[in-house]
């Protein structure tokens, strides 16, 4: 019995994958990963696997980023945790500090996965409005195809029907307003055109209910579960605008799309935007450990600030600003200043650009895209199980990607180079072929993306 046979067995007898139905690892074995080398997963019987998707777009600058397992090991020197509730540590305070700078907010709050930040900005935009006296606004607007995550007060604002249908019961709804996908685009309308065009909606949503909304959350610029679906800036600076005239909370969701990805560090800097709440996880320690993070408005946060215990945030989590994971977020942020990586990726991003032109030319790819770091196109093919044959038969040329129903999409490293990208160039227009000519690829895995 090979390593992988041995690690993959016992993985099936103990753990419940996330986002599967464990049946389907019948038909398609688990990969067994046993280190990270740069932009590549190395598994237990050698074979290496090119991480195009990032690992669920948590990795910036590849595995076992030495600046980062450094800051790590150093801080685990001095203090691993300790309870962020009547105490601080350096790490929590220089995070803070710097991402304030950043982005213009104030105070952060942590916790430690996207989802728990979503329901964090949820809740403290009701209880804003509780405490100023309107606490009949209480409801929430998102884009249609919106993900947010996956816990119940998240699932209100996702409209991913596979994640969210079966927990209706369970979940506060809010309104869905026309998505700006520039796909959407009508005969002879630009990506702006959609853009203002899905404004005009949102506005007239706003016009009639603000009343009752406290705030409106947008992941910007690209929708990620929605197949990458990318949208014009003017419709978040025109959304800016709304919420401020119709006093309504933006909540921007930028825990896939932040640090970088869409060119800029933060998405909304595209707009010249400042949300109400801004929403960071993912990418912000680099792909080592788990930590989240609101930032909010002075005004938010001097809401709360009051005699009365019930006007204060009670939200908790146990490890709340730890430590070694805002150390680890403090050394992401050093990269970018010393590599100079958003004026790299730019560079990167365009040379990419024309390796992958075969792959935009194949007669078989729709709606050709690109934002930042992120690359998609639709697949033209009558496969139902599109999504689950391309996963497998990528594994098999040694790349890890999971297209998004019939979206194809390329989300690495930032440490990728020319060979890299080429390696996922033939991959793809080799699977797109063997696809198209009935190649049998392999079974159903999981639930994707």
Excluded at 46 to 51: A, E, H, N, V
Excluded at 227 to 233: F, Q
Excluded at 309 to 316: A, E, K, P
Aim: net charge negative; charged share 20%.
């Amino acid at each position: 019995m090979s390593r992988n046979q041995e690690w993959l067995i016992r993985s099936r007898a103990a753990v419940w994958h996330p986002c599967t139905q464990m049946k389907r690892h019948e038909t398609l074995p688990i990969v067994p990963i046993a280190r990270g080398d740069g932009a590549y997963l190395v598994d237990f019987d050698g074979q290496r696997y090119l991480d195009g998707v990032s690992s669920w777009w948590v990795n910036l600058f590849g595995h076992n980023e030495t600046r980062i397992k450094a800051a790590i090991r150093c801080q685990l020197d001095e203090l691993d945790h300790v309870m962020l509730a009547g105490f601080t540590h350096r790490p929590v305070v220089e995070l803070s500090e710097r991402l304030s700078a950043l982005t213009g907010l104030g105070h952060a709050f942590y916790a430690s996965d996207g989802a728990s930040a979503t329901e964090i900005a949820l809740k403290m935009s009701f209880h804003y409005w509780k405490n100023q006296g309107r606490a009949q606004k209480q409801r929430f607007v998102s884009l249609e195809n919106s993900y947010h995550g996956e816990t119940v007060g998240a699932l209100a604002v996702t409209d991913v029907p596979l994640f969210s249908a079966t927990y209706a019961p369970l979940v506060k709804n809010g309104w869905r307003v026309p998505s700006p996908d520039a796909r959407g685009a009508r005969d002879g309308e630009s990506a702006r055109d959609v853009a203002l065009r899905a404004a005009a909606s949102l506005e007239n949503l706003l016009a009639k209910h603000h009343g009752e909304i406290a705030a409106l959350i947008v992941e910007p610029l690209v929708q990620g579960a929605a197949g990458m679906a990318m949208y014009d800036a003017a419709y978040l600076t025109r959304a800016r605008a709304l919420c401020d005239q119709y006093q309504i909370h933006l909540i921007a969701d930028e825990i896939a799309v932040g640090f970088g990805r869409t060119g800029t560090l933060f998405a909304c800097e595209q707009a010249g935007i400042r949300p109400d709440f801004l929403c960071l996880s993912k990418g912000i320690t680099g792909g080592t450990l788990p930590l989240s993070c609101v930032l909010s408005s002075d005004e938010i946060y001097q809401a709360f600030y009051h005699d009365d215990v019930t006007r204060g945030f009670l939200h908790s989590h146990s490890y709340t600003g730890n430590a070694l994971a805002c150390s680890a977020a403090l050394a992401v942020l050093d990269i970018f200043e010393q590599d100079q990586v958003l004026a790299r990726n730019r560079e990167q991003a365009l040379r990419f650009d024309v390796l992958l032109a075969p792959l935009q030319q194949h007669p078989r790819v729709r709606n050709w895209r690109r934002c930042g770091m992120i690359w998609a196109f639709e697949v033209d093919s009558a496969r139902a199980d599109f999504a689950q044959a391309f996963f497998a038969a990528m594994l098999k040329l040694g790349c890890l990607l999971r297209p998004i129903g019939k979206t194809v999409y390329f989300m690495p490293p930032y440490v990728v180079n020319e060979a890299d990208m080429a390696l996922l160039r033939d991959a793809t227009l080799a699977t797109l072929d063997a696809l198209e000519q009935g190649a049998s690829v392999g079974a159903a895995q999981t639930a994707l993306p």
